[in-house]
Antibody
Framework: QVQLQESGPGLAKTSETLSLTCTIS????????WSWIRQPAGKGLQWIGR???????NYNPSLKSRVTMSVDTSKNQFSLKLSSVTAADTAIYYC??????????????WGQGTLVTVSS | EIVMTQSPATLSVSPGERATLSCRAS??????LAWYQQKPGQAPRLLIY???TRATGVPARFTGSGSGTEFTLNISSLQSEDFAVYSC?????????FGQGTKVETK
């Protein structure tokens, strides 16, 4: 079955750019759209954005000015860049597959998540 | 954006007992709601979509109900592996939004 694995630095410096990659195994990245979701400690989940393998993207308006997502179909990977990070961006970051059913969509499966800490 | 509110924040239940979790949307989302289970160090797991459809492999003791703005997740007889955090997510509009989660702990 499809499995996802996040990778990237666990530490980012304040005002710099956080970069993460999600590698998909057991299936093709072309089969779906893909999302990034994060969860600060003790808080709820926040959807960051999604992308299609065509390159089309949708971002959360609250993060849109700082988010860039990209895809590398040859490696079955997609990536997240979040610029100008602050301590408020410290969170567990998850990647997930979008499951779309005639409009509504949910997330399944998810990666294990990776903790990114922002510090000066 | 649609705000999702879950209650209670923490639910203390004895094994074998029933647990009832609530999720409220700030506006109508029809039946476009999903539930997830989260355990520390593990990937979130999809339990329910379409408010009441169990995902593949989810035991029948998990039941989702509701429509519009009020939704419920029932766990009929809690097993040891069910103690976890449960989050709801509206699948109706973008951006997708989640509730703050309900922690189900052992009483």
């Amino acid at each position: 079955q499809v499995q996802l694995q996040e990778s990237g630095p666990g530490l980012a410096k304040t005002s710099e750019t956080l970069s993460l990659t999600c590698t998909i195994s057991g299936g093709s990245i072309r089969s779906s759209s893909w999302s990034w979701i994060r969860q600060p400690a003790g808080k709820g989940l926040q959807w960051i954005g999604r992308m299609y393998t065509s390159g089309s993207t949708n971002y959360n308006p609250s993060l849109k000015s700082r988010v860039t997502m990209s895809v590398d179909t040859s490696k079955n990977q997609f990536s997240l860049k979040l610029s100008s990070v602050t301590a408020a961006d410290t969170a567990i970051y998850y990647c997930a597959r979008d499951v779309v059913m005639a409009g509504p969509s949910w997330f399944d499966p998810w990666g294990q998540g990776t903790l990114v800490t922002v510090s000066s | 954006e649609i705000v999702m509110t879950q209650s209670p924040a923490t639910l203390s239940v004895s094994p074998g007992e029933r647990a009832t979790l609530s999720c409220r949307a700030s506006q109508s989302i029809s039946s476009n709601l999903a539930w997830y289970q989260q355990k520390p160090g593990q990937a979130p797991r999809l339990l329910i979509y379409g408010a009441s459809t169990r995902a593949t492999g989810v035991p029948a003791r998990f039941t989702g109900s509701g429509s519009g703005t009020e939704f419920t997740l029932n766990i009929s007889s809690l097993q040891s592996e069910d103690f976890a955090v449960y989050s709801c997510q509206q699948c109706h509009t973008w951006p997708r939004t989640f509730g703050q989660g309900t922690k189900v702990e052992t009483k």
